[in-house]
T-cell receptor, first 112, second 114 residues
Framework: EADIYQTPRYLVIGTGKKITLECSQT?????MYWYQQDPGMELHLIHY???????EKGDLSSESTVSRIRTEHFPLTLESARPSHTSQYLC???????????FGPGTRLLVL | QKEVEQDPGPLSVPEGAIVSLNCTYS??????FMWYRQYSRKGPELLMY????GNKEDGRFTAQVDKSSKYISLFIRDSQPSDSATYLC??????????????FGKGTHLIIQP
């Protein structure tokens, strides 16, 4: 059982607001990821972290930013939300040497 | 051409049937293959993991990889209504996904009719 948590689970917010999506894992995994998932579409990687103070952008361009100050915590921030940011955001983690990733429950974001 | 192709369905079968779900891919560097199950409004849950070619069985689930054909399959025996979900194939050249993450198919929506 993977112990990876995301809050909030659902968020409805107006255009221009700053938002932070939280992701935490209690497994001590060094690698963490953010994916974006639109209905009927593939998951696309938007951010990746090898470990504390390490972040990289993924293959899908995103206006969001991330930080990794603690191993267990990998928040994603949108400085000014727009309707085009409406999507589901999934956080995942893995440990170096392991074969796969474990996902959180996701945050569904709706920007009006 | 997308790197991973997966028929989105929906695929509807009666309870107890054997279900076959498939993905094809184009990147010959992929070595690690996974199947995730995703219920509505939930995150993906890892079902099966396979390295390179071959078969792997876990209970009612069997994963097959044919690297020569660039084709992977997931079989579900004695399907149950609780198996109704979207099944995502995922793959990577690297253990754990590496810096590029995992490459996913769009997912197949499976419906098991009671």
């Amino acid at each position: 059982e993977a112990d990876i948590y995301q809050t909030p689970r659902y968020l409805v917010i107006g255009t221009g607001k700053k938002i932070t999506l939280e992701c935490s894992q209690t497994m001590g995994h060094d690698k963490m990821y953010w994916y974006q998932q639109d209905p009927g579409m593939e998951l696309h990687l938007i951010h990746y972290s090898y470990g504390v103070n390490s972040t990289e952008k993924g293959d899908l361009s995103s206006e969001s930013t991330v930080s990794r100050i603690r191993t267990e915590h990998f928040p994603l921030t949108l400085e000014s939300a727009r309707p085009s940011h409406t999507s589901q955001y999934l956080c995942a983690s893995s440990v170096t040497g392991a074969e796969t990733q474990y996902f959180g429950p996701g945050t569904r974001l709706l920007v009006l | 051409q997308k790197e991973v192709e997966q028929d989105p369905g929906p695929l509807s079968v009666p309870e107890g049937a054997i279900v076959s779900l498939n993905c094809t891919y184009s990147n010959s560097a992929f070595q690690y293959f996974m199947w995730y199950r995703q219920y509505s409004r939930k995150g993906p849950e890892l079902l099966m993991y396979t390295y390179s070619s071959g078969n792997k069985e876990d209970g009612r689930f069997t994963a097959q990889v044919d690297k020569s054909s660039k084709y992977i399959s997931l079989f579900i025996r004695d399907s149950q209504p609780s198996d109704s979900a979207t099944y995502l194939c995922a793959m990577s050249p690297y253990s754990g996904g590496g810096a590029d993450g995992l490459t996913f198919g769009k997912g197949t929506h499976l419906i098991i009719q009671p």
